[in-house]
């Protein structure tokens, strides 16, 4: 996203007289030198102002100061200024009051997310040495570290993405408190843990990240099921940035008993979908190592298998980890790029109504024989539907007898 937009609601609130700035992870992104993905906005506007200001906004959290600002057709998170007070629930304070802009940043949690940006001057207002720890490569809390972990248990959880996804370091204080608090992420919802772990693994440097919640303890409180091996870490280390999230879980559980990778999603409150293709995933993995003993129809079959360049991905990261040959992997390659998608799921040759006409009742014997069929076509061995009447008349008479 380009910044007009979000300088333009800068400059509408500046306009009504009140101090506003860019802020966050954006100005972070900026001092970095890379386009941020969104725009935060933080203002000495009330929210009641906000809202009076713009005509198109949502008040997803006007109690905390914050309003969602539609302009120019972009979504903006406009909040005012704030401290916070206890945080009783571990994620949200029991009250706020709103303040100024350096008390604002105050409450926020690493200093790399503490900067704040004036774009009509074109200058970052720094209070907490935020500038030093991008040039120094570190995540460190504002602050205490506890104190900010305290008042909201996820942000053990967002240093090491943090650290991950930067390729940043965790400031020796920061990491103590992590470490010393990993046992606390289960204060947090799944939910939140879930869209965490998940941007970890698709956002960048995936093993990397797991490494580091491995030797911070937080793996064995999020993902007690799963082994971190070497092995595996040389699979996340493959992973690119952007990949689907599903595929992704796929890849992080692929070495994971079944009936633990179903434990987990179901925990992790994934979609239904995404349950389904983790454990497809999961499921069939062994079978590449079986693919060239299978027939012709049980491969096409194989292929049919929802989202199957997943699979296919799934089994080479795994053998370029184990140092394979991939051979099997490469077999199937050339199989499924060899048959089209009508040769791998073409159009039954005949159907139930068929068999009825055949005087065949409908029952468990359907199935047996609509298979059969089917095989016999996906060989090749049957190409029409005279054939294949013919075929039944041949192997099971033309009665239900």
């Not at 100061?65 to 979504?75: A, D, E, K, S």
């Not at 709103?98 to 790399?112: C, E, G, P, Y």
């Not at 720094?126 to 104190?147: M, N, S, T, W, Y």
């Not at 049957?382 to 009447?389: K, M, P, S």
Request: glycine share 6%.
């Amino acid at each position: 996203m380009k910044p007009d937009a979000a300088i333009a609601v800068v400059r509408e609130l500046r306009g009504h007289g009140h101090e506003t700035y860019l802020v966050g992870g954006c100005v972070r992104d900026m001092v970095m030198g890379i386009e941020p993905a969104d725009y935060d906005v933080a203002t000495s506007a009330l929210p009641e102002q906000i809202m009076k200001i713009f005509p198109r906004t949502e008040g997803i959290g006007a109690q905390f100061g914050v309003v969602l600002v539609i302009y120019q057709g972009h979504p903006f998170e406009v909040a005012t200024f704030r401290s916070d007070e206890a945080y009783i629930d571990g994620r949200r304070p029991s009250r706020v009051v709103f303040t100024d802009a350096k008390q604002d940043v105050l409450r926020r949690d690493f200093t790399i997310n503490g900067l704040l940006y004036d774009p009509i001057e074109k200058r970052v207002i720094d209070f907490v040495h935020g500038q030093e720890d991008i040039q120094a490569k570190l995540v460190r809390a504002i602050g205490d570290p506890r104190a900010r972990f305290e008042e909201d248990k996820l942000r053990v959880l967002r240093a090491v993405r943090f650290g991950a996804k930067l390729g940043y370091t965790i400031e020796p204080a920061t990491w103590e408190a992590v470490r010393a608090m990993a046992s606390s992420i289960h204060q947090v919802s799944s939910e939140r843990i879930r869209k965490e772990l998940l941007r970890i693994l698709t956002e960048g440097q995936a093993a990397r990240g797991f490494h580091m919640l491995e030797s911070s303890g937080l793996r064995a409180e999020i993902l007690p099921e799963i082994e971190f091996t070497d092995h595996l870490q040389r699979c996340l280390a493959m992973l690119q940035p952007g990949i689907e999230r599903d595929f992704a879980m796929g890849v992080l559980l692929h070495e994971t008993p079944l009936s633990q990778v179903r434990d987990v999603v179901e925990r992790l409150k994934f979609s239904r979908a995404e349950m389904h293709h983790i454990v497809a995933l999961v499921e069939n993995f062994p079978q590449f190592y079986k693919v060239r003993k299978m027939s012709i129809s049980s491969l096409k079959r194989f292929f049919r298998l929802v989202r199957f360049e997943n699979h296919l991905e799934l089994a080479r990261l795994h053998g370029v980890a184990a140092g394979e040959k991939l051979e099997e992997y490469g077999y199937a390659c050339r199989k499924h790029q060899e048959w089209t998608e009508a040769d791998i799921a073409p159009k039954p040759l005949i159907s139930g109504e068929d068999l009825i006409a055949l005087g065949f009742e409908p029952g468990p014997r359907f199935k047996e024989i609509l298979t059969r069929v089917e095989d016999e076509q996906l060989e090749g061995q049957l190409v029409d539907h005279t054939q294949a009447l013919h075929f039944v008349r041949r192997h099971y008479g033309d009665s239900k007898s």
